[in-house]
Every structure is written in C-alpha cells, then in structure tokens.
C-alpha cells in the first residue's frame, strides 16, 4: 500500500482519514479524488495542503474517464471509498442522486480497480444496511433490511463490492461504521446541528419521541478501525465498526446542552422522520479480533466534538451562512414543530 486512492476525501470522515494516514506513516501517497458537492470542502484538507505526499484531483466517481487517468497518473494500489451521498433526510427529498453516486459511482470505481488489479478496494458501508434492530446486535452475515434510499443506495454498493471480490477476484474489504462525530462534520448530521444552533441559542430539532438509538463514535476511532482493516482484514470480508454501545438521541441532545451551559428549553420536538430507524446496534467483535477497539466512549466522544465545535466557530459559520445550507434548512424543518 503506497498510492492510496481517497475518494470523497474532502467531506467529513475521508479528511479525517487523509490526516490520519498522512500523519501516522510516511511512505505513502494519498490522492483525494473528490466531486466537491455541498459536502466536500477544501477548507477540511486545509492542514495537508502543503505535504508533498497529498494530491488532490476534482472529479466525480462516476466519470470513469477522470477516474482512469487519476489511476494512471499516480500508479494507484489502493482505494478506499468515502465518496458517497450521504444525509438521510436528503434522500427522502432527491434520492437519485444517491443510487448515481453510491451505486452507479462504486460500480466505476471496482471496475478500475479490476483493470489495474489494484492491492485493495476498500468500501465505507453504513450499519444501516442492517435496517432498525429492536433487540440484540446485528453481525456481519446478518440479513440487510433497508428501510431509507440512503442505505438502500449503500446496501447495492456494498453488493456490488461482493459481487466483484467473487466473480472477478478483486480484492475487497467492506466496514460498516455506525455514527460518527468530530471535527469537519457537515452542519446537516444531527450533533453538529445542535451544537451550533445551541451556540447561537437557536431551537434543536428532535425527531418524535427522541428515544431512537444510535452509536455514536468518534471519528479518530472510525479511521482507525478503517486503517486496522486496511493491513489486517481478508478480502472478501466485511466488518463492523463501532463503540458498540448506544444511546437515545435525548440524552445526546442533554449532554449537549449541559456541556455548552445552554438550558434544556432550546430542545424543540419537531415531527418525525418517515421510517424512521428505532435503533442501530453493532456486534463488532470480529473487528476486535483484529486488535482494534475504539478510544473514546460515548461521553468522551461528544465532548471533544463540542469543543472542537468552538475553537472552529470560522469553519462552520462559513457553511451556515451560505445560501445553499439556509435553503436547506428551511426546507427541511420549516413548519414541523410540535407542541
Ligand atoms: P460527507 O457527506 O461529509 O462527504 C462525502 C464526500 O464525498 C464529500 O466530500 C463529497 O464532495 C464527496 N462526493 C459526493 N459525491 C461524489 C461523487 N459523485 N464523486 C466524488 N466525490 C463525491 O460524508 P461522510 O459523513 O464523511 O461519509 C463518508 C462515507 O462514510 C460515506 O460513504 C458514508 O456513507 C459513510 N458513513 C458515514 C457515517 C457517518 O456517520 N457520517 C457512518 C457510517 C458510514
Ligand atoms: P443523523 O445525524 O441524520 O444520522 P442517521 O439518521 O444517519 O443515523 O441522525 C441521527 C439521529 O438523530 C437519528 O435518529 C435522527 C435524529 N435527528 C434528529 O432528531 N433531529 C435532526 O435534526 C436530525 C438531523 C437527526
């Protein structure tokens, strides 16, 4: 593994992951191959801009053409996927543009990796291909119950990657993360949205009940895992990635605001999210048998979040000033407040 392919690696979780490679070895060159949509913002790459061994390239993934030359160009081993579209609430709006891009995009992308019998293909999945899990943990064989167009996208992704590891050898390895927080998460997601609305003292939007369960890890412990699964995993495998234990989305929202001294009155139920996942629960064991197990737990996790929320107010106002993010916040909670 010396020329890594990062695709998506301007948006949240793949600039983490450039920092952390870049940091942690020094024989290797990461190429980001990013659209720049919305999501993707060279603001997040800023640290990196000057190292030698990073390269960026705009592109789409689904431009098999720029895809290729990138591929050329740079004698690329190894890539690893984060470009994706990736808010669930988007979905429900305009899901088209998730199955072009986090199935049609993935498709382009294995077939590159098949003509240049790259080392490795990498692919961030989602636990939300498992679908709500009511009891117990979802394992890595379980069956896929999709319920948005987000995950249904990154379930035909994540299929597609099998189907290319079995009928052409190409040598896949698959994680599927639960929720990640931290620095340059995009102001949509739910915790950087009630952080900084709670630093402006605006109302925070919960969904229904606020009883849904989700995983919260951090970010650093994601790439990390992703990392480990990169050296370690088999191809042809799957993995689960997460703390592996889960919290409601109310007591999230209450360490928030405890934690930023805002009162408990900013929580504004709003009216719930169509098919809307209960919970989302990890066995990440086989993961751990690799060595990796997350740094940060749940509380840990949401506090450096919030802090990194503060020292960067410059990086997220730019976001939310923006034309494109006020449309879109109207448009999705404008008129929803219950009680
Ligand atoms: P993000 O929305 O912050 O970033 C996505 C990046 O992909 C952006 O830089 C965007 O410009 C780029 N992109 C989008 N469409 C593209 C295209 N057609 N061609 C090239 N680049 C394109 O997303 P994120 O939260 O960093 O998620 C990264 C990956 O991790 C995704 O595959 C997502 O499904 C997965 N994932 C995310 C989470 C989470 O909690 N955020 C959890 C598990 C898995
Ligand atoms: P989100 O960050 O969108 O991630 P995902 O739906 O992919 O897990 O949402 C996390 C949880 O927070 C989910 O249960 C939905 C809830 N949520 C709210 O209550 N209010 C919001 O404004 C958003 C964006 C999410």
Redo the contacts with the bound molecule.
Sequence with gaps: MKNILVTGGAGFIGSNFVHLMLGKYDDIQVVVYDKLTYAGNPDNLAPVVDNPRYHFQQGDICDAATVDKVMQQYDIDTIVNFAAET???RSLMEPGGFIQTDVYGTFVLLEAAKKYEIERYHQIGTD?VYGEVIEGRSMETDRLHTRSPYSAAKAGGDLMCLAYYTSFGVPVTITRGS?NIGPYQYP???VP?FITNAMDDQPL???GDGL?M?DYQHVADHCEGIDTVLRQGQPGEIYNLGTGVETT?IKMTKLILKLLNKPESLIQPITD?PG?DRRYALDCSKVRALGWQSRHNFEQAIESTVKWYVDNEDWWRKIKSGQHYQAYYERQYAGREIG
């Design positions: 808010h669930v609430d939300e929720n949509e997601k739910v949205v939007p919960l969904y849904q989700r989305n999210r809307h």
